[in-house]
């Protein structure tokens, strides 16, 4: 009986750390500062228990907020759950959670808005540099990060003379890029807190990961008739996945 009213307990926690991933990606893209919960269609300020609870509808215009807030909150709670019966070999149960709530603010806005933040890769810098020297020491640290940073930036730049390549020929200019430089920021960032060697595995695991999410969704539009040539697709998902594997689940 204990240890059931321990996991529901971790889960309430789970639930409060998906109130925070989803208050934060949904005021930070839109006011690039933490500000009082605000209803994404008019921009109007929300009362708080009307946002976190219940009716989670603006009084004001009506719009009601995304399924996302349920999906994210429930995830978490299951999460949470999970990582206390299976923490962690390196992060443990607190560290495992801060760091998850940080990952799922990342996936959330890039799905979102195609988007990585400076402020959020900052952000994560300080925490993954606090992580990975007290881990790794601060030399494996700085190198690592330094390697997750610089191949990403090689990708990064082959990126570029795909898109240059592609618009000549489509003959019209490209909109978006194969990569962005919020997702090399993000590498940097979990260099740091994976240390060396397990940012080269991480990264294997990553772009296996991106390929077959890339097939997926090639498929599923192809079958819909709705594929767009050179759609882009955000990657940071894919980078957070293969984090997720090597610190939580291998």
Known sequence: MTNILVIFAVSILGWICG??????SDVLP??????LPICLSCGEKQPIINYLFWPRRCPHCQYPRSRRTWVVEILFALSAA????NPPDELGFWLGLVVLVYFGIVVVIDMEHRLILHVVSLAGAILALIIGISLHGYKETLFSGLVGFGLMFILYLFGILFARWASRRRGQAMDEEALGFGDVTLSGVLGLLLGFPEVIRWLVISIFIGAVVSMAYLVIMLSARKYRLFSPIPYGPSLIAGAIYLLYIR
């Open 19 to 24: 109130f925070a991933v989803n208050y934060v």
């Open 30 to 35: 839109a006011r690039r500062k933490l500000v």
């Open 82 to 85: 999970w990582i206390w019966v």
